[in-house]
């Protein structure tokens, strides 16, 4: 029985111990945050002042929001990826081209 009680005891504790250790995996990194937010902005590329970006403390960085292009995508991308300390690179970005407003006075007419 005692050795029942153990185990159940050590089971609880286990339980309780994994959401501890999923929230520290998950905290963020504002250093690396901010690494990826100043490279991005030295670029001088519009779209990439409004790209959201979010990291962890494992190296792991997402990128969300709208770029004009998929080449812009892939340079968001590339910019990320040379900031140092980082393990991946989550991509959730919209290709959403501009529209220039010749073009479209030009439709409307």
């Given amino acids: 029985m005692n050795t ?3 185990l159940l005891t050590a089971m609880l504790l286990a339980l309780l111990a994994a959401p501890v250790a999923t929230a520290a995996e998950s905290e963020n990194s504002p250093e690396i945050m901010s ?3 100043t490279a991005l902005n030295e670029e001088n590329v519009n ?3 409004k790209l959201e970006v979010e990291a962890n403390t494992k190296g792991v960085v997402w990128l969300k929001g709208t770029v004009e292009s998929n080449a812009e995508a ?3 991308v590339a910019i990320a990826k040379a900031v140092p300390n ?3 690179v989550n991509i ?3 290709v959403v081209p501009q529209v ?3 073009k479209s006075e030009r439709s409307a007419n």
């Fill in 35 to 37: 690494a990826v937010k």
């Fill in 100 to 102: 220039s407003e010749n």
């Fill in 4 to 6: 029942k009680k153990t």
């Fill in 86 to 88: 980082l393990t991946s």
């Fill in 74 to 76: 892939d340079r968001a």
């Fill in 92 to 94: 959730l970005l919209e």
């Fill in 47 to 49: 779209s990439f002042s």
